[in-house]
């Protein structure tokens, strides 16, 4: 735990507020495997790690709200009665979530909120929804509302889809919320069942290479390639009534229907098809232990993700291209929705200093920038840590 970060979002709330208040924290996540298959209704292989956002929380007895932003330096100040999208951005992740409880019928009191966190913003590391969760699980506590993690993820993705704007998927605010300890997240976005795969190898690590490419279209870039699927998901259902996600098709429905479709639209599908499939092999490799498979696998993701899905940038390609040559490196690939933020190399343990030494001129002399690297540790989801 972060203890300071924790200490310094409870003495700056009672320093601007006065009153006492809760402290929760809410982690940012990974994802080994299954990129873009959560909004297709396929599986995902996330986990909650040791980077995590702060909130201190404290109801108020009238309808003010009052957010404070430690880390961008900002205030917030506005009515729960009357709630809107603020000019800057990082209000909007809070007031979504209020949002979502009144959609409910769930009566929201005024409130503040002071936050600040290790989770690197814009990285792929799904700071957003760290907030967002940690947010609404606070929330949730205080009022007694009584959501389960699960719903409090569902409520967390709305607020992201319908106030941010953003058309994302469920598995950040499910990962951030339902992380476990040393476990990976096999998640079934469909009906969102899911089970804690162990991750308990201390021969492995989970490294992230930040190519510091923060990409502001990430949002409409999302949002369009998640239409290009739906429109593939149109096409097929003309031919196959039973498609209704591209979880239900395969690679030899879209081959069949190739010319019919828009070439752009095609690789988006094809690509997630793979993936989709992708991510129950890799989980059968981890079961069996073969993790070298496993890294292939995760190597492929990038393949498809730079030429299939087209999320990936000349950074992030330079990073995993690189990484994937080196000596006691079992995969690597960007991770997340791409753009920009990190790739995640699954690294041997005893790799992991020439891995870092190797990597350090590939920042310098390709990318032109400094290293920054970050080893994760998987640690346990959104908890209270005071009240
Ligand atoms: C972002 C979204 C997720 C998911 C990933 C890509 O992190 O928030 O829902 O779609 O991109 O896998």
Known sequence: ???????????????????????????????????????????VLPASVDRSIYLAIGLRNDSMIRFLSLDKHGAYSGSSKNIRPA?????????GVLKEFQELDMEVRGVDCVFSGDVPIGCGLSSSAALEGGFAFGLNELHGFGLDRVALAKLSQRSENRFVGVNCG????????????????KLDCRNLN??????????????????????????????????????????????????????????????????EFDPAVYRRCTYVVAENRRVLDACASLERGDMGA???????????????YEVSC????????????MPGVLGS???????????????????????????????????????????????????????
């Open 170 to 185: 469920i598995m950040d605010p499910f990962a951030s919320i339902l992380g476990r300890e040393k476990k990976l997240i």
């Open 194 to 259: 899911y089970e804690y795969v162990p991750f308990e190898r201390d021969d492995i690590r989970i490294v992230l290479c930040d190519s510091q490419v923060r990409r502001s279209l990430t949002g409409s870039e999302y949002n369009s390639r998640r239409a290009q699927c739906e429109e593939g998901v149109a096409l097929l259902k003309k031919h196959y009534p039973a498609v209704a996600s591209l979880r239900d098709s395969t690679l030899d429905m879209l081959e069949a229907h190739r010319k």
């Open 87 to 95: 000019e800057s951005d990082w209000p909007n992740y809070l007031l």
């Open 333 to 387: 690939r960007m991770m997340g929705a791409g753009f920009g933020g990190c790739t995640i190399n699954l690294v041997e343990a005893d790799a992991l200093d020439s891995f870092q030494e190797r990597m350090a001129p590939v920042f310098r002399t390709r990318l032109g920038k400094e290293p920054v690297i970050h080893v994760c540790q998987l640690r346990g989801g959104t908890e209270i840590l005071s009240h």
């Open 314 to 325: 000349l950074e992030l390609d330079i990073l995993a291209e690189a990484a994937q040559s």
């Open 1 to 43: 735990m972060n203890s300071t970060c924790s200490e310094r979002v409870l003495s700056a709330f009672s320093e601007s507020f006065g009153s006492p208040a809760m402290v929760v924290r809410s982690p940012g996540r990974v994802n080994l495997i299954g990129e873009h298959t959560d909004h297709n209704l396929g599986f």
């Open 294 to 308: 496993f890294g292939t696998a995760m190597n492929r993701t990038h393949d498809g993700l730079r030429d299939g």
